[in-house]
Every structure is written in C-alpha cells, then in structure tokens.
C-alpha cells in the first residue's frame, strides 16, 4: 500500500491534460509515496500523447485504458485499481495548487479521517495563463463528524469531488461509488459521503483551481438529456434518507438539498430550452427517474409538490412564461 492515489479521467482535453499533471508532480512528495492513476476515457483527441513523455519519466504511473464510458464509470475503475490509502481525484482540465497538498496528506494519515476537504479557487478559464498561485493561510484544521459537516458546511450547490482526500478503505466499506453514465455524479456521492462518515477534517489550505467556462466542459451546456443527470441524482441524493440514525436536522437539509438541486433543474430547463415539448420530455424524464419526490418545507415548497403531481406541463410553461416577462423587463431596464 501507498500513500495516496491520484486518479485523473481523461478524455478529450489536449489543452489542458499536460498542466494538470505537471500540477501533480509539484506537490513535495516523493514518488514512492503515491500512485497516478490515469484513466484514458477513449479520448480521441492527442490527450495521451501530450503526456506521454511525464508517464515515461516516472514509474508510479498507471494509464488505464478504456473505450468511453463516462467520467464516473472513469472513476469508479480507477477507484477500483488504487492501492493508496487515500484517494484524490482531479478533473483533468484543472490544477493542483503547488506544494498544497503534502500537509493534506500528512494530516489525514495522522488522524486517519475518513475525509479531508480543502479549499479552491475559481478561475475563468480566459484568465488561467496570468494564474501565478495564491497566498496560503496559516494552515489550521477543524475536525467534525461527517453529519456535523453535512450540516454546517455543505454547500449542496458545491459538491466538488476534487477537493476531497478520501480513505480507501472507508470507500470501499460503505460501498459508496459513483452512479454509472450520469453528469453531477458528484453530488449523491458526496452527499452519501458526510452521511457515512465518522471523522471529516475541514483544512485551510488551497488545494485546488477550478477552471470555469472552458469550451466543451461536460457541464458548459444544458440539454434534455443531461436533464435525466439531474433527475437520477436526485433520486439518488433523496433515497439517501433510509439511512439509519440520520437526526431530524440532517433529514431535513437532507430535502432541502434535494429541492435546491431540483430548483437548479428548473431553472436550467426554462433559460435553456426552447421547445415546449422538450421541457415536456425534461418534465417526463423527473416523473420517470425521480416518482417519488414530494416536498412539503413550507407553502412554497408544498405547492411545488401538488402542481408536479398533477399539473406538471403547466407547472414548467407558468415558469417559463415568467422567466419571459421577467427578461423583458430586464432588458428594456438595461436598454434604457
């Protein structure tokens, strides 16, 4: 066993793939004590041959080869292949921050946390070439229950797997892995993660970049069927619930949660769907993956639930009829 396991899905990110793994090797940490896992999702771009010439150069490398199946079914195999006893899991077209994460590592292996969150930066991706780095805080850590970091932390809009150190072993025990074929895969996993968890360390420490808005990312563009990404993960998030011993308090942000993700639905289907009988399909699709949601916070929330249960075409048209007039008004503002 190792220390630690990176693994990074690969597909379809030429641009970006080389940094991301240069970003790796600048972490302050002897090769021996930690593996690279890279998972080749069936890219078809020159991904592998950018990088070709770092795997040649250092023996902890191991290249998964795979046809294309998804980020998460990319995931859940390197997952599978890791001997570390903790789990990073980059994206592919972001970076490590440089020498952020050896006092991650030393601190989860010192108090064998189940998790170990660090913090991010955001960077527009037209913004990445002039990214010299950040000024990093006195390192200080909190250390939580997974349930008190579900409640007091969790920011269900932020379910960001890459900022996480993850203990194999906890993992593998709660059987917790991502949900095959799905975009926002991220988010029951997380979820299921605080719920499960026993020790959770919140770090400061900027560990990752996050790059927004890069052409072609997998979330750049709603569409009816990424739609069906989100329904099932909120089944997923929602059938969550049955697990044992949640207090009142979880159970309750625990729905919230869920309503916030489907809130997002909404909201991406009326700005960003233009045909009536698409958002109806959207529509369909929640009935289908996600039956037996029913939100009862509040009156909002229980009008919600009653108009999706019998008046759910309309439900989404008064929407978007209101998204309409709120634009126009918007715009002749603006105009103004």
Known sequence: MTDLSI?????????????????????????????????????????MEVIADIIEQHNNVTVINQENQSLSVARNNGIAKAKGEYILMPDSDDLLIENSLKPLLEKALERKADLVVA??????????PSFTGVVQPEFSIQEKTGQQFFLEDLNPR???VWRTLYRREFLLDNHISFIRGINYQDVPFTHKCYLKARRCIKASRVLYVYRLNRPGAATTRFTVNKSRSYSVAMASTWNLRQIMGLSPDVLFKLEEDVYTSFKALVYHTIYSINKRKDRKIVIDILKYEAPQLYFTHGVNQKLTSFMLKYLPYLYIELYYIYSLIVFKKVWKIWKK
């Open 7 to 47: 693994i990074i899905p690969v597909y379809q990110v030429e641009k970006y793939i080389r940094a991301c793994v240069q970003s790796v090797f600048k972490q302050g940490l002897d090769d021996n004590r930690f593996e690279l896992i890279i998972v080749n999702d069936g890219t078809v771009d020159r991904s």
């Open 119 to 128: 913090d991010f930066v955001v960077i527009e991706n037209n913004d990445m």
């Open 158 to 160: 932020q379910c960001y």
